[in-house]
């Protein structure tokens, strides 16, 4: 197998498309999600799926060549952890002023095209997520770029993450800080099995009755 070749798929992966797991020093297999903890490292797909069958099949201890202990929730664990990076990213967009809070912010930024990506929290309404979904479809229409929109987070967590309270719709915007955590929520996403809301944009973009009754 090359450096990068994930131990259940049995195929090479991109570099964000893989997570690096070594054994700790108490021979505890430890997700490294930062790829920078010493000794052998073995490498899963990046999504729960992959994840869950490296550990119930046992194949940590067969790449790693040592006899390791598998957390029981391993797979959750991973998932705590990305959460948890795409959330303090978010939350270092927000102080460098790449974040755009409210529907109507977000459906501006949305609309200019500066928007990199939505949040809607989980408890947010059918009605707000249509509207900016709207906007989304007509700024595609428009010659604007593909704006993918995510249900990632609750409202608590959002607003834990960005200071402040009831944040229900949020718009990552262009810039270093907001393509850091666009990163962070794609790999969130991905992880997750991806999200059913890009498979809904792309047929929205098809229907092209829609889009011009979005842009009347």
């Given at each position: 197998m090359n450096d990068r070749t994930c131990i259940v798929a049995r195929r090479p992966t991109g570099p964000d498309e893989?997570?690096?797991?070594?054994?700790?020093?108490?021979?505890?297999?430890?997700?490294?999600?930062k790829r920078n903890?010493?000794?052998?490292g073995c490498w899963v797909t990046a999504d729960r799926e992959h994840v869950d069958k490296a550990a119930k099949k046992g194949m940590f201890a067969r790449a790693l060549k040592a006899q390791v202990e598998v957390p029981s929730d391993l797979g959750a664990m991973v998932d705590r952890l990305l959460s948890r990076s795409a959330l303090g990213a978010l939350g270092l967009a927000r102080k460098a002023g790449a974040v755009a809070l409210g529907a109507t912010k977000v459906e501006a930024a949305v609309r200019s095209g500066a928007a990199l990506l939505v949040l809607h929290a989980a408890e947010a309404s059918e009605d707000g997520v249509r509207k900016i979904a709207q906007a989304r479809r007509a700024t595609v229409h428009s010659g604007g770029p593909e704006i993918m929109a995510y249900k990632l987070f609750s409202e608590q967590e959002l607003g834990l993450a960005l200071g402040g309270t009831n944040v229900i719709h949020a718009a990552v915007l262009a810039g270093d800080a907001g393509r850091a955590a666009e990163k962070r929520m794609v790999a969130l996403d991905r992880y997750r099995g991806g999200s059913p809301d890009e498979l809904a944009m792309?047929?929205?973009?098809?229907?092209?009755?829609d889009a011009a009754e979005d842009m009347e």
């Open positions: 893989a997570i690096r797991f070594v054994a700790g020093p108490d021979g505890t297999v430890v997700p490294d999600l903890l010493p000794g052998r792309f047929a929205a973009i098809a229907d092209g009755n």
